[in-house]
């Protein structure tokens, strides 16, 4: 099968495409079914209006939920987002709704990529404070020496 992999270019886009490889398809631009890494939403909507696609499956979040450590647990697709209205994560829910658009898709919620820059706002956070640390170190060394 050919999959095409529009979206964010990145260090996740290029180990999806590996994957996608792996597992003995080809990756296209003129594939047959997408694996859409958000870039921006009016991408995502251009990708579903022009309906190229038998498939489309968009890569999202778990922030969809609403992280709160009162969340019962296990939460199934049917439960309301605890995000409040202007809420950065509500991005994942805004490109959910333009993927449901599409007759078939199919919304990937995943809880962590631990990579800087691929939206997940822990892992971007840490990175934040682990270069601010690697240059308080070397300023502090060259102090020293």
Known sequence: MKI???????TLRNLVCAE???????VDSAGDAAIYLPGSP?????VVREGRF???VLRSNAYAYGSNTKNPGLMTEDRVSLLPEGA?????LRMEAIAAKHPNSAA????????PGEGDLIVDRLAGR????EEHTSELQSHLN
């Open 54 to 56: 038998r498939r489309i």
């Open 20 to 26: 996608v490889e792996r597992q003995g398809h080809s």
């Open 88 to 92: 950065p994560e509500q991005r994942w």
């Open 42 to 46: 009016e991408e995502l909507d251009r």
């Open 108 to 115: 990937l919620r995943l809880a962590n990529v631990l990579i």
């Open 4 to 10: 095409a992999v529009p979206g964010k270019q990145g």
């Open 130 to 133: 682990a270069s601010r640390s």
